[in-house]
């Protein structure tokens, strides 16, 4: 069973940083792919950046790039995402997903990517 555990989410203000943490079970970083989600309530889930292990190539949504990095622990299974320069329109609740296919998760159809964390709260004050 596959189970993927976000951490690291709070509330920071704005300019400030933050590192969220995704543990992955039952989930190997082999030709597949990770990354993260955010959502606010009443928006569609957005993609933020994600990682294809197939090539190790990341993807990064247009609003993060330049602020936000995704990397990996493989010995630990887990997916980070480093959060700098955070605005209040960061605020979100982010969530980890993970699917068998390589590539970015980004613009693939939520209900097709099959893994997915139970996402934490990132509040941004101005």
């Known amino acids: 069973e596959v189970q993927l555990v976000e951490s690291g989410g709070g509330l920071v203000q704005a300019g400030g940083s933050l590192r969220l943490s995704c543990s992955a079970s039952?989930?190997?970083?082999?030709?597949?792919?990770i990354g993260w989600f955010r959502q606010v309530p009443g928006k569609e889930r957005e993609g933020v950046a994600c990682?294809?292990?197939?090539?190790?190539?990341?993807y990064y949504g247009d609003s993060v790039k330049g602020r936000f990095t995704i990397s990996t622990d493989n010995d630990k299974n887990t997916v980070y995402l480093q959060m700098n320069s955070l605005k209040p329109e960061d605020t979100a609740r982010y969530y980890c997903?993970?699917?068998?296919?390589?590539?970015?998760?980004?613009?693939?159809?939520?209900?097709?990517?099959?893994?997915w964390g139970q996402g934490t709260q990132v509040t941004v004050s101005s």
């Open positions: 039952g989930f190997t970083f082999d030709d597949n792919a």
């Open positions: 997903a993970a699917d068998p296919l390589p590539g970015s998760l980004l613009k693939r159809p939520r209900a097709v990517i099959h893994y």
């Open positions: 990682i294809s292990f197939l090539d190790d190539s990341t």
